[in-house]
């Protein structure tokens, strides 16, 4: 190769030098804008990142305080100490025991020199614990005993006598006075006997809603039917379905009954004839009687 055709490669023309200087140039300036450029980027935070990471730093900053943290002692009765507390309080595990071994025998320990006693605490640690002891109030305020005089023997009051008092004229007041009765129970006796003319047996006492058996064991020791009430009887046998319905142990239904009854049967006659009467009580057929007239 001659160095006339070597000579030949590095003849340009004007276009291709142009081209040639553009190249340096760019290869220039992108050389200059790495030199002096930060490539360095950053994600853009999202929101819920932006948000841990401040509760992270509110977290960060609570364990920091917590260091340095004291946890408050309050009061306590020595006699209950768990395992837990006792290990807290700077107690050792043969310590606790021995309170627990006390505490299994049903004792008590009532004071800090006691605690001591039973613990073997050393003397630095209950000093640090009995400010915290809080005993009942019982312990702290013993009385002391007192010799009572000895009373002369005196014969115990009778007991007072119950005075029976007929049920058709017991007050409210009278009815108060057993135990058991208030002001509307008493009132509710009342009424029903208001509703019948008077009671003709105290079995009818079971009749009135709220009563227990105890308290009817109380008025049968206090009341009884002394005499039958003066009432007008009902005429079994030629009332009408109203008024039969009016007497509090003939609902419509019986009354409806009765008088079917009577139009199919005759007469009523005596209180036998009375349990033959669909829903009729049977138990109370022989009270119910004694307000009728046959």
Known sequence: MTFQSIKSYFKFSQGQRAGIFLLFAIIIVLQLVYFFADFSSFPAASPEKEKWLSLQSQIDSMKQEKLGYVPKIYPFNPNFITDFKGYKLGMSVAEIDRLLAFRKENKYVNSPKEFQTVTQVSDSLLNAMSPYFKFPDWVNNKKEFKDYKKLPY???????????????????????????????????????????????????????????????????????????????????????????????????????????????????????????IKGLSIDKANIIALYLKF
């Not at 009765?181 to 208001?194: D, H, N, V, Y």
């Open 154 to 276: 005196t014969a115990f009051a009778k007991k007072e006598k119950i005075v029976i008092i007929d049920i058709n004229q017991a007050t409210q007041e009278d009815l108060i006075k057993i135990y058991g009765i208030g002001q509307a129970i008493s009132l509710r006796i009342l009424t029903f006997k208001e509703s019948l003319g008077g009671f003709v047996s105290m079995e009818q006492m079971k009749e009135v809603w709220g009563l227990s058996p105890e308290v009817i064991a109380n008025l049968n020791s206090h009341f009884k039917v002394s005499t039958l009430p003066n009432f007008k009887k009902i005429d079994i046998n030629n009332a009408s379905i109203k008024e039969l319905s009016a007497f509090p142990y003939f609902k419509y239904p019986i009354s409806k009954n009765i008088v079917t009854y009577r139009s199919m049967n005759g007469d009523i006659k005596n209180s036998d004839d009375l349990t033959k």
